[in-house]
């Protein structure tokens, strides 16, 4: 199957410091990408939708300003986390989208990056 | 917000007993799908069930739908330890990809 990566796996960082996490579908092409967050022992929950060339859509109650999203190319979306806070620490998933044909589109998930915020 | 709610919210068992999750969702659509986590990792696709298929199989995993009561159970066969694990189902209503995913049950199989 179709592989995605996300880099960093795991990061720790100093409040008020930006993280960039990057999430790259390594063998097909992916015009969408989705980040996801979970918190321990919870489900995941959609932040935002990435397309390729446009601007991210945000679920209802993420900060755009907070979590900035660049789909730059076909292949890499990147999740900045400015001025993070320690409750921003979670599980940070993404996931990228390719058309397997007639109306079920499947999602390659990537392996999560854990963020620490201390 | 989460449209899929699972039940149990965790379930223990022993090795070689069958384990069975629910997953219960509120708006129609496309198809549901089942992923496995393990603490701390990505998620692996496990199983889609398209909204007009009622029952699938995989290897010891046979999932069935019920588009009437709204409603999915994800049953394990012969479970091994190795099944440990988070399992959550996810929807995809119309018209787009955006999956939904349920709270998830923490499924744990002893030797």
């Known amino acids: 199957g179709a592989v995605v990566s996300q880099h960093p796996s795991r990061v720790i960082c100093k409040s008020g410091t930006s993280v960039k996490i990057e999430c790259r579908s390594l063998?097909?092409?992916?015009?969408?990408m989705f980040w996801y967050r979970q918190f321990p022992k919870q489900s995941l929950m959609l932040m935002a939708t990435?397309?390729?060339?446009?601007?991210?859509?945000?679920e209802q109650g993420v900060e755009k300003d907070k979590f900035l999203i660049n789909h730059a190319s076909l292949t890499l979306s990147t999740l900045t986390v400015t001025s993070a806070h320690p409750e921003d620490s979670s599980f940070y998933i993404c996931?990228?989208?390719?058309?397997?044909?007639?109306?079920?589109?499947?999602?390659?998930f990537g392996p999560g990056t854990r963020l620490t915020v201390l | 917000s989460q449209q899929g709610e699972e039940d149990p919210q965790a379930l223990s068992i022993q090795e070689g007993e069958n384990a069975t999750m629910n997953c219960s969702y509120k708006?129609?659509?496309?198809?549901l799908q089942w992923y496995r986590q393990n603490s701390g990792r990505g998620l692996v696709h496990l199983i889609l069930?398209?909204?007009?298929?009622r029952e699938k199989h995989s290897g010891r995993l046979r999932v069935t739908l019920d588009t009437s009561k709204k409603s999915s159970s994800l049953l394990i066969t012969a479970s091994r330890a190795a099944d440990t694990a988070s399992y959550f189902c996810?929807?995809?209503?119309?018209?787009?990809?955006?999956?939904?995913f349920g709270e998830g049950t923490q499924l744990t199989v002893n030797p």
């Open positions: 996931s990228a989208l390719t058309r397997a044909g007639g109306s079920y589109n499947e999602q390659f």
């Open positions: 063998d097909f092409q992916a015009t969408t």
């Open positions: 708006t129609s659509i496309n198809n």
């Open positions: 990435s397309n390729e060339g446009s601007k991210a859509t945000y």
């Open positions: 996810a929807t995809d209503p119309p018209p787009g990809s955006r999956l939904t």
């Open positions: 069930i398209r909204s007009n298929e």
